[in-house]
C-alpha cells in the first residue's frame, strides 16, 4: 500500500501542503479543474508519468497534484456531496497506486484512467445507495400496475443497455470518458473539454469517431453513415 501521506483527500486540511493550499484543491468544484505541478515537483520528476507507472513515489505524487482537482470535480458531480467526494478522490489514487502497471496511458496522460475509475467506484457507491430505495419501490406495485412496462419490454431494453456498455468497454480511456460525459449525460463540448484538459476541436473530432466506431459496433450490416 501507498503511504496514507501520499494519498491527500481534499478534507485533509491539517495535513495539506501550503501549495494544495494554493492550488485551493478544496472547496468550490466549480473551480479550475486541471492542476499544475509545483516547479519542484516538475524539476524532481522529469517524466512522472513514465516513473509512477514503475513506482517511483515522487512521481506518483507530482501525478496527485497534477489530477486530484479534475478528479475531485467529477466525484463531487457525480455524487453530490464534499465528503463523499473526498472520500471518493482518496480510493481512486489509492486504485492507482495498487494499479499502475496496467494503466493505460492515452497522449501522455492518467487522466482518463483515472476518471474513468472515478466514475466506476462512484457507480457502486451510488448503487448501494440506492439498495435501500429500489426495495421500498418494488412494494408499491398498484401505481406501476398498468402503466408498467412488459417482461419482454424490460428484457430488450436491458439487453441493449449491455450492448451499448459492452461496445463503449472496447474504447479507449479517453473515449469512454468522452461517452459518459457527453452522450450519456449530457455535457457541452466545453465543459468535457475542461474535465479532460483538452481543447473544444478534440473533444468534437474524437466523438465523431467514436459515434461512428459505436454504431458500427452495435448495427456492422446497416448504413455506418
Known amino acids: 500500500m501507498v503511504d496514507t501521506q501520499m ?40 517524466d512522472p ?17 497534477t489530477h486530484v482537482r479534475a478528479v475531485y470535480r467529477y466525484a463531487w458531480h457525480m455524487l453530490g456531496t464534499e465528503h463523499e467526494a473526498e472520500e471518493l478522490t482518496q480510493d481512486v489514487f489509492v486504485l492507482a497506486w495498487e494499479k499502475r502497471a496496467k494503466i493505460r496511458v492515452v497522449d501522455t496522460s492518467v487522466l482518463p484512467w483515472l476518471l474513468v475509475s472515478c466514475r466506476n467506484l462512484g ?20 401505481r406501476a400496475g398498468p402503466t408498467a412496462p412488459s417482461a419482454e419490454r424490460v428484457a430488450l431494453d436491458a439487453a441493449l443497455a449491455a450492448e451499448i456498455q459492452a461496445a463503449v468497454e472496447e474504447l479507449s480511456e479517453l473515449d469512454q470518458m468522452l461517452y459518459y460525459l457527453c452522450i450519456d449525460e449530457g455535457l457541452g463540448y466545453d465543459v468535457a473539454a475542461r474535465h479532460l484538459g483538452t481543447t473544444n476541436g478534440v473533444v468534437r473530432n474524437r466523438l465523431s469517431r467514436l459515434r461512428h466506431k459505436l454504431r458500427l459496433r452495435l448495427n456492422p450490416m446497416g448504413d455506418p453513415s
Do not use: C, K, W
Open 49 to 65: 508519468v513514465t516513473d509512477f507507472v514503475s513506482g517511483d513515489r515522487r512521481a506518483f505524487d507530482t501525478i496527485y497534484r
Open 123 to 142: 457507480l457502486n457507491r451510488i448503487r448501494s445507495r440506492n439498495t435501500g430505495r429500489a426495495r421500498f419501490a418494488e412494494i408499491d406495485d398498484e
Open 7 to 46: 494519498i491527500r483527500p481534499p478534507g485533509m486540511r491539517a495535513q495539506e501542503s501550503s501549495s494544495d493550499a494554493a492550488d485551493g484543491v478544496h472547496g468550490d468544484p466549480g473551480a479550475p479543474i486541471i492542476g499544475t505541478p509545483s516547479p519542484a515537483d516538475a524539476e524532481a520528476v522529469a
